[in-house]
């Protein structure tokens, strides 16, 4: 697994819950050092050990708080480059919607050797969709439900998204797109803020 997704999972603990709660998380996972490095690759077993882990410490059920990874990762002022990159797949939640199954290429553009999960998103009628996310690691679903619910939000519309479960490596979300311009959306910017 890339270095950027475990590092993004321990920023999500260290600033949500504080470092101590990531230092048990780190002692309970049996790791043999307390930071991932960005850059590196690692084993891909080791992510979904430090994931059980960290549910273990927070005590909470582990789908719960992989989709409140899922929103830190759109929402937090630390994790701001991934939210532009989101917005940039289009103007309105619709839009960003159908730009989900490039997310994989657009990931990859901006750091070359970062594999991202396959996704795809079906449409079943109007506002209806469905998103099939390729899971390398049980839970994922859960991470994009978090994303969908964060960028829905950010867009200002509103959605209901529910997790249908999956099997054979995939897991499945419905979105039922309510309103569009539900409340008023996040401020963003195309160009980046210098200083």
Do not use: C
């Given at each position: 697994m890339h270095g950027l997704i475990n590092r993004a999972i321990q920023c999500f603990v260290?600033?949500?819950?504080?470092?101590?709660?990531?230092?048990?998380?780190?002692?309970?996972a049996e790791l043999d050092f307390v930071e991932f490095e960005a850059m590196m690759v690692y084993d891909e077993a080791l992510t979904p050990r430090v994931l059980?882990?960290?549910a273990?410490?927070?005590?909470?059920?582990?789908?719960?708080?992989?989709?409140?990874?899922?929103t830190y990762l759109v929402s937090h002022p630390t994790v701001e480059a991934l939210r532009r990159l989101l917005r940039f797949g289009g103007v309105n939640f619709v839009e960003f919607l159908q730009s989900l199954d490039d997310l994989p290429d657009r990931a990859r553009l901006a750091v070359s050797d970062?594999?991202?999960?396959?996704?795809?998103?079906r449409e079943h009628a109007p506002n209806r969709f469905?998103?099939?996310c390729d899971c390398p690691?049980?839970?994922?679903?859960?991470?994009m439900m978090g994303i969908l619910r964060a960028m829905a939000d950010d867009y200002g519309a509103l959605a209901l998204l529910e997790h249908q479960g999956g099997g054979n490596g995939t897991e499945i979300i419905s979105i039922s797109l309510i309103e569009t311009e539900f409340a008023e959306g996040r401020v963003f910017d195309l160009g980046a803020r210098a200083g």
């Open positions: 260290t600033d949500a819950y504080g470092s101590e709660k990531w230092l048990e998380a780190t002692r309970v059980d882990a960290i273990q410490v927070l005590d909470r059920p582990r789908n719960e708080m992989m989709e409140d990874l899922g970062l594999h991202l999960p396959r996704i795809e998103l469905s998103l099939v690691v049980e839970g994922y679903g859960h991470v």
